[in-house]
């Protein structure tokens, strides 16, 4: 009898083993995004093991599988039985860090341990993206010429708070009488250098956004200074900076920037693209984008004849040809009626999207009553 006892625990503990051990563990095979995300996106969370039911995929549920820290309202769905997917109801916060904690909710009646990590992940800190340095005239003295700096933002920026945070040079040389352009909080600020003189040289010029700068939004201001410095040729001559592309809707877009305002009567007679396309001209400040219907096209030879010129004398030295990729732009969504995103109650309740590269997409419809509208802007404005 003692013998058949002491078996049957042995027998016993294995079986405990067995059940505790690595095999009747759950596991997060990922968590994404992690690190730093975009305000508007949403999280997928793979586990190492069927967790939910049949009766509960691909719903929008309530309950809160994952708890964020601070608060995220937003629906869960089970896509798959290992797979979770969070969709927030808003924009996350700007410059915000956030903890993920996984409940044990996530496991329904299924007998698995839980082995789960807690997740972190913030919104872009506050960032100067790039500095655009091209010549352009004073404004208001259309007959001086200066060199204007256009100052990218993740976040708009009020342009009183930048006189105590910007330092401008030109050769080395500080430049105390540059004058802030913009006058309108946005996250373009653009900066002009005041009178230059003109050289048969290129020049030199740097600008520097020192830490601690905070933008419209408040929060955590610069976490260091940031230098940007270009080399502009004379004016005489005209440079091409970049060239981007991307798609808005099946129309596709490239935007070229030069080192002085193009001028936009001749531009029909200088730009061509392989294939050969419709293209429509639209000139900003030392930008120039080209619009065009692409249609399956995936590649696009974007060809410069030499001698295209600037408003302020300067021509292009040599042509320019350059293969942009149409291919893999990052996913998008929007309106295709720039000016108009609401239904008017007594209008043809329908507004057209146009989309990229994305396969799915929820639709949620807000009704916002006239004694609401400020209220709506003030919350939402930002984003929208």
């Given amino acids: 009898m003692r013998l058949l006892l002491i078996n049957l625990s042995i027998i016993f ?12 563990t759950v596991e997060v095979e990922s968590f994404t995004p992690t690190g730093e995300v975009q305000n508007l996106t949403n999280f997928t969370i793979e586990f190492s093991e069927d967790l939910a039911p049949a009766d509960v995929q691909d719903k929008w549920l309530d309950e809160e ?7 995220i309202q937003g629906k869960f769905k089970w896509t798959s039985q290992s797979t979770l997917v969070f969709s927030p109801d808003s924009p996350l916060d700007p410059m915000q860090a956030y903890e993920a904690t996984i409940n044990k909710s996530v496991l329904f009646k299924t ?6 990590e807690d997740y972190s992940f913030h919104t872009p800190y506050f960032d100067v993206t790039k500095v655009d340095f091209f010549w352009t005239n004073i404004p ?32 080395g040389a500080e430049i105390t009488d540059f004058q802030i352009v913009s006058d ?21 010029f740097s600008v520097t956004l020192k830490e601690k700068l905070v933008s419209a939004l408040g929060k955590d ?23 981007t592309a991307g798609f808005d809707g099946a129309a596709g877009w490239i935007e070229v920037a030069t080192t002085q305002t193009l001028d936009d009567k001749k531009l029909k007679d200088y730009i061509s693209t392989t294939p050969a396309m419709k293209l429509n001209f639209l000139v900003s400040g030392n930008v120039l984008r080209i619009e065009t219907d692409l249609g399956s096209v995936q590649t696009v030879e974007l060809k410069i004849k030499k001698g295209l010129p600037g408003l302020y004398g300067g021509k292009l030295e040599f042509d320019y040809e350059q293969e942009v990729s149409m291919v893999n732009v990052e996913p998008s969504i929007n309106f295709a009626d720039k000016k108009g995103k609401y ?13 990229v590269n994305i396969n799915e997409v929820e639709i949620e419809v807000s009704q ?7 209220h709506f802007l003030n919350q939402y404005g930002y984003y929208y």
């Fill in 343 to 355: 239904l008017m109650l007594g209008g043809e309740e329908n507004l057209k999207v146009n989309a």
């Fill in 13 to 24: 503990l294995i079986f405990f083993l067995i059940s505790c051990g690595p095999g009747n």
């Fill in 184 to 204: 309108q909080t946005a996250d373009v600020i653009a900066i002009n250098f005041g009178e230059v003189d003109q050289t048969d040289k290129e020049q030199l």
């Fill in 368 to 374: 916002v009553f006239k004694n609401n509208i400020l």
């Fill in 140 to 171: 208001y003295q259309n007959y001086k010429l200066s060199v204007q700096a256009n100052i990218y933002f993740n976040y708009p920026v009020d342009p009183k708070s930048l006189n105590d945070f910007l330092e401008v040079k030109r050769a």
């Fill in 221 to 243: 201001g610069l976490k260091e200074s940031r230098t940007f410095e270009a080399k502009l040729p004379p004016i005489t001559q005209l440079a091409i900076t970049n060239v």
């Fill in 111 to 116: 007998t698995f341990s839980p082995d789960f």
């Fill in 65 to 71: 599988f994952v708890t964020f820290t601070p608060a």
